[in-house]
Nanobody, 126 residues
Framework: EVQLVESGGGEVQAGGSLRLSCAASGFSFDVYSIGWFRQAPGKEREGVSCISASDGSTDYKDSVKGRFTISRDNAKNMVYLQMNNLKPEDTAVYYC???????????????????WGQGTEVTVSS
């Protein structure tokens, strides 16, 4: 059974940090690129960051560049999203997702992702 399980969400004040984790199982993790997405109430799901399977290259949404860092540990089937200097506009449910592509960029449509987690909620208060 394919599973992606997010954890690490919570409530923080603006300027604070959180580290999200995504635990993967049931598929060949090391050949899948992984993306982090978020969805705020009343808004569409949007890509935040992604990391490639082939070389670990990364890509970010412009508004999080310099604040968020994505990483992966293929030995543990884990992906992380370190979020620093959080802002109220970062408030959303965050999802990790897997796509069967060697290289990932922010241009890959949401619909192309094969597997999704259930999400973890992040709330940033001002």
């Amino acid at each position: 059974e394919v599973q992606l399980v997010e954890s690490g969400g919570g409530e923080v004040q603006a300027g604070g940090s959180l580290r999200l984790s995504c635990a993967a199982s049931g598929f060949s993790f090391d050949v899948y690129s992984i993306g982090w997405f978020r969805q705020a109430p009343g808004k569409e799901r949007e890509g935040v960051s992604c990391i490639s399977a082939s070389d670990g290259s990364t890509d970010y949404k412009d508004s999080v560049k310099g604040r968020f860092t994505i990483s992966r540990d293929n030995a543990k089937n884990m992906v992380y999203l370190q979020m620093n200097n959080l802002k109220p506009e970062d408030t959303a449910v965050y999802y990790c997702a897997a796509v069967g592509m060697a290289i990932a960029t922010m241009w890959i449509p949401v619909r192309e992702y094969d597997y999704w987690g259930q999400g973890t909620e992040v709330t940033v208060s001002s």
